[in-house]
């Protein structure tokens, strides 16, 4: 084809030209590609929702398809509104046998929830996948398990409608209904059992880990993380999420977490990050990870969900275990199904799309265990909740007034009663007043007895203050006594000294015949002197 001088050129001077080809066809096909991107845009574009401040990574990224295509099990869902009562109208429970759930619903009402909850859980089977007699018109037998386990599951879905609001409608009202996890399927997807160790090859720490599983979300992470945080231990307590220190090279004191406790929690998150189709930063800051109070909103949305589930596995599910058959518990420990995250998410951040599954079910929104109705007022025509409200009013007046009733006629009978017990009464009173006549005789006897005995001791210790007086009234007299004759003696020495002094001889004799007057008069032995002047005052 070519000259021979040009083949004899090539093979003299030998090129390689399919790597520059090869390099030229590359660069080529870029430039091509990017233009096409210009023009006619990215075909597998991104919509990224920004989970905090700007700047920080923190965002979850979509696929805009994937958004555009949706969930397709949302268009299955069946939805009707409900029937608003009438007043005085029959009940499901009055109807029937053996409603014990929802027999406070209307017989419309009841029906038409029976017939979406075949729709909803088994399409193909109806109304014989819970009832067998239902081709005979018999519904009331609990023959099949399905209906046991049916029957619970209302009781679980009111409970999550209403005490778990926070989370369920936790940014608006979506609400959960038999299909948010079964959609249209008898067992709903992503159910969970116990697993226990899957590495054969190891003991210990390593046998729950490193093999891919599906419970692990096919990592090597360890595939027990589910009845690690979700099931009580043998103390009663659940697995509390935490890592090793975020330093590296640091001293583990007693009680500290060790790396196993990070790679349980670890696997924890992957299963939120896969069940909710978000990443880390849809709860957590990414520049701290280990400070709650940086944290999202969704944080404190998912916290809640984990104890929802915790109560709703610990009173709904594990009841259940007893009640299924052995082909529908688990491989390993033959243990009842349980849910989680991934049972009602699917993988979006929320059940169905976030779509308002509960609004036209309010017969799932209310707990009948406790008595309650449900609330139909949505429905209503402002006639009909006037009507409602005058019923109301009516019933209450009614209650009050059966309850004044019922008080009165309990006064009634607590008179006839004290009527009739009166007699009674006044016989046994008597009986008593016989039997304790004889008693309180010697009562009183005894009584006087000791009456007397107090006063003799009264007495006796009156006297005793008075002997002590008149022994007390002795020592002073003779104190006195004394006295005076101490007075008498210097008073005779004094007349004896002034004998001789004629000016004072009358006076001193006045004082002396006083003197001895009135030791005469107190009992006091008398001097000679004073007994001649007492002589000679009475000459």
């Known amino acids: 084809m070519f000259p021979k001088w040009y083949d004899k050129w090539q093979a003299d001077n030998p090129t390689n030209i399919f790597g520059p080809a090869i390099a030229i066809g ?15 845009g990215q075909p597998y574009a991104t919509a990224g929702m920004q989970t905090g401040p700007r700047g920080t990574g923190m965002h979850v990224q979509e696929f805009e398809f994937d958004l555009a295509a949706g969930d397709p ?6 939805t009707d509104e409900p029937f608003v009562p009438e007043p005085g109208e029959e009940l499901a429970g009055d109807i029937y046998e053996n409603v014990q759930v929802l027999g406070d619903l209307t017989d419309a009402n009841f029906n038409r929830l029976m017939s979406a909850m075949a729709l909803w859980i088994a399409p193909d089977e109806g109304c014989t996948y819970c009832h067998a007699g239902a081709a005979d018109g018999n519904y009331a037998d609990d023959d ?25 409608n936790a940014n608006y009202q979506v609400g959960v209904t038999c299909y948010t996890c079964h959609r249209g399927q008898p067992v709903p997807n992503n159910v969970w059992f116990r697993v226990g160790n899957v590495n054969a090859n190891s003991d210990g720490w390593p046998a729950i880990q490193n093999r891919a599983t599906a419970v692990s979300n096919f990592t090597s992470l360890p595939s027990t993380y589910l009845e690690n945080f979700l099931l009580q231990d043998e103390d ?24 196993q406790q990070a790679e349980m929690t670890y696997a924890w ?6 069940s909710l189709g978000v990443n880390c930063v849809f709860c957590h800051n990414s520049r701290a990870f280990y400070d709650g109070g940086q944290n999202t909103p969704q944080w404190g949305t998912a916290s809640l969900g984990i104890l929802m589930v915790q109560e709703m596995i610990e009173l709904y599910l594990l009841p259940l275990e007893d009640v299924y058959p052995e082909h529908r518990l688990g491989p390993v420990f033959n243990d009842a199904p349980l849910a989680a995250c991934r049972t009602c998410h699917q993988g979006y951040q929320q059940p169905l799309q976030g779509l308002n599954a509960i609004r036209n079910w309010p017969e799932l929104a209310y707990l009948s265990i406790e008595g309650e109705t449900p609330d139909y007022s949505d429905f209503m025509t402002p006639e009909q909740i006037e009507a409602m409200e005058a019923a109301l009013l009516q019933a209450e007046e009614e209650a009050a007034a059966a309850e004044e009733a019922a008080a009165a006629e309990e006064a009634e009978e607590e008179v006839v009663e004290e009527e009739e017990a009166a007699p009674a009464e006044e016989e046994e009173a008597a009986v008593e007043e016989e039997a304790t006549e004889p008693t309180e ?25 008075v002997e002590e007086e008149t022994v007390a009234e002795e020592a002073t007299e003779a104190e006195g006594e004394a006295e005076e004759e101490a007075v008498v003696e210097e008073t005779t020495e004094e007349a004896v000294t002034e004998e001789d002094d004629p000016t004072n001889l009358t006076q001193q004799e006045e004082m002396m015949l006083a003197i001895c007057q009135a030791g005469e008069a107190s009992g006091v032995p008398l001097t000679d002197e004073c007994a001649e002047l007492l002589e000679a005052k009475a000459e």
């Open 26 to 40: 590359i660069v080529g096909s870029a430039v091509f590609v990017a233009a096409m991107l210009i023009a006619w």
């Open 73 to 78: 099990t949302v268009a299955d869902f069946y």
């Open 144 to 168: 099949l398990y399905t209906k046991v386990v049916a029957r619970n599951m209302l009781l679980m879905t009111q409970n999550l409608n209403v005490n778990w609001d926070a989370h369920v």
């Open 236 to 259: 009663g307590f659940y697995g509390i999420a935490q890592v090793h220190d975020l330093d590296s090279r640091v001293e583990n004191f007693p009680g500290d977490p060790l790396i």
């Open 269 to 274: 998150m992957n299963y939120f990050a896969n």
């Open 441 to 465: 005789e010697v009562a009183t006897e005894e009584e006087a007895a000791e009456t007397e005995e107090e006063v003799v001791a009264e007495e006796e210790a009156t006297e005793a203050p």
